[in-house]
């Protein structure tokens, strides 16, 4: 089993939909959960920062934290051409310790 | 948010060639770095962490006499691929942590250096 599992997609949506992304760790140590986009053949970028289990709201953007179900999802509302990219969920059991990521999902946003 | 900045971000290289990536947090200071590698529709492998003044931790499978990893100064992390071969062809990030902002797990990536071996 692989540390942390991401449906690769690729996911399709008309402008406008909610996408649900989501992502399953099989470390209960992860502490600290991320989600990061990446354009094609850039770096990717923090989208939501998020410390143990709890939601956060940023914008169009929701980050969910399950530790007991060791699951984690992010939302898009209101979705946009410009967000089709792939999406990256990350993880690490500390601030400063190392950040696996999962496979990530390929989002493709329709107008 | 914080800067890095990777150089170069692409380089073409005959067989058997060593190359240097360089990876910079412009606007902080970096007292680990890391490395990571990327296949075209593939996540992100960690190859290994880098720590200033320090030898690099590499992860599993990861060969140390391949991918030389010096990280001399809080700014400044480079990649060596020694003796480069086409399979080391990839798309190589490097990231870094500003423990002096706001989320000290976040990770600030470069723009990435794509390298193709002849």
């Known amino acids: 089993q692989k540390e942390v599992e991401q449906d690769p997609g690729p996911l399709s949506v008309p402008e406008g939909a909610i996408v649900s992304l989501n992502c399953t760790y099989s470390?209960?140590?992860?502490?600290?959960f991320m989600w990061y986009r990446q354009y094609s053949r850039k770096g990717p970028e923090l989208l939501m920062y998020?410390?143990?289990?709890g939601n956060k709201e940023d914008g169009r953007f929701t980050a969910q934290v399950d530790k007991s179900s060791k699951y984690i999802s992010l939302f898009i509302r209101d979705s946009q051409p410009s967000d089709s990219a792939t999406y990256l969920c990350a993880m690490s059991e500390a601030s400063y310790d190392k950040v696996i990521f999962g496979p990530g999902t390929s989002l493709s946003v329709i107008p | 948010g914080a800067v890095v900045s990777q150089h170069p971000s692409r380089v073409i290289c005959k067989s058997g060639t060593s190359v240097k990536i360089e990876c910079r947090s412009l606007?902080?200071?970096?007292?680990?770095m890391f490395w990571y590698r990327q296949f075209p529709k593939q996540s992100l492998m960690l190859m290994a962490t880098?720590?200033?003044?320090?030898?690099?931790?590499?992860e599993q499978g990861v060969e140390k006499d391949k991918f030389l990893i010096n990280h001399a100064s809080l700014t400044l992390s480079t990649l060596t691929v020694t003796s480069a071969h086409p399979e080391d062809s990839s798309f190589y990030i490097c990231?870094?942590?500003?423990?002096?902002?706001?989320?000290?797990?976040?990770?600030?990536f470069g723009e990435g250096s794509r390298l193709t071996v002849l």
């Open positions: 990231s870094a942590r500003d423990l002096a902002g706001p989320n000290t797990g976040e990770l600030f």
């Open positions: 880098s720590n200033e003044g320090s030898k690099a931790t590499y």
């Open positions: 606007d902080f200071q970096a007292t680990t």
């Open positions: 998020t410390y143990s289990s």
């Open positions: 470390n209960s140590a992860f502490q600290y």
